[in-house]
């Protein structure tokens, strides 16, 4: 079975600074996709950012990028230059060539000024 | 505007009593997807359709119904909800699922089983 875990309920980084949130999962499949999500108070849920498993490269969004290290099943999320914007929970996400996707439970950005 | 639109935004309703969520998207994707989000255990898909008369069960499936009629339209049917469906749903689209293409909501559906 797939499994998405987040183990950081909660975390919290100066306005400017660097912060790394975590992700491991588990899956038998070779092929897959990796997804970090953000919903900010306003529920809405965005995409922030995607990897295909078969790319070494880590994607980058801006100020967003990610740590995909395939041997270990991780897949963190780094935000640069944190803004008071990025305050909101981010879920991880993985999906296989079934197209059913399975979130982790979840972590909640707090920025501080 | 380019939007997936949700109906009720909330609803508050007692246990047995039918209900339907409608789900709908302008910008002719092929996959939609409803999810239900709990306080501590994140977002859990419950059904998702890659096209039209195509449906398939995600995590979560039991006591949900979905039909995909039309490529814009994949409403979800309780048919006799309970007291555990009380939860936050989100509605989904994507052009041609999410590995490809972005995935974007809904504003989500409160909905209080009584």
């Known amino acids: 079975a797939q499994t998405v875990t987040q183990s950081q309920p909660e975390m919290s980084v100066q306005e400017a600074e660097t912060v790394t949130l975590s992700c491991t999962y588990d899956?038998?499949?070779?092929?897959?996709?990796l997804f970090w999500y953000k919903q900010p108070p306003s529920r809405q849920m965005i995409l922030v950012i995607r990897?295909?498993?078969?790319?070494?490269q880590n994607a980058t969004e801006n100020r967003f990028s990610v740590n995909f290290q395939k041997a270990a099943k991780s897949f963190s999320l780094k935000i640069s230059d944190s803004q008071l914007g990025d305050a909101a929970m981010y879920f991880c996400?993985?999906?296989?060539?079934?197209?059913?996707?399975?979130f982790g439970k979840g972590t909640r950005l707090h920025i501080l000024p | 505007e380019a939007q997936v639109t949700q109906n009720p935004r909330y609803l508050i309703t007692v246990t047995g009593k039918k209900l339907t969520v409608t789900c709908s998207q302008n910008m002719n994707h092929e996959y939609m997807s409803w999810y239900r989000q709990d306080p501590g255990l994140g977002l859990r898909q419950i059904y998702y359709?890659?096209?039209?008369?195509?449906?398939d069960k995600g995590d979560v499936p039991e006591g949900y119904k979905v039909s995909r009629k039309e490529k814009r339209n994949f409403p979800l049917i309780l048919e006799s909800p309970s007291p555990n469906q009380t939860s936050l749903y989100f509605c989904?689209?994507?052009?041609?699922?999410?590995?490809?293409?972005?995935?974007?909501f809904g504003p989500g559906t409160r909905l209080t089983v009584l």
């Open positions: 990897q295909e498993a078969y790319k070494q």
């Open positions: 359709s890659m096209n039209v008369e195509v449906t």
């Open positions: 996400a993985l999906m296989n060539r079934d197209d059913k996707i399975i």
């Open positions: 989904a689209s994507s052009l041609g699922g999410p590995r490809t293409d972005t995935q974007y």
């Open positions: 899956t038998s499949e070779s092929d897959y996709y």
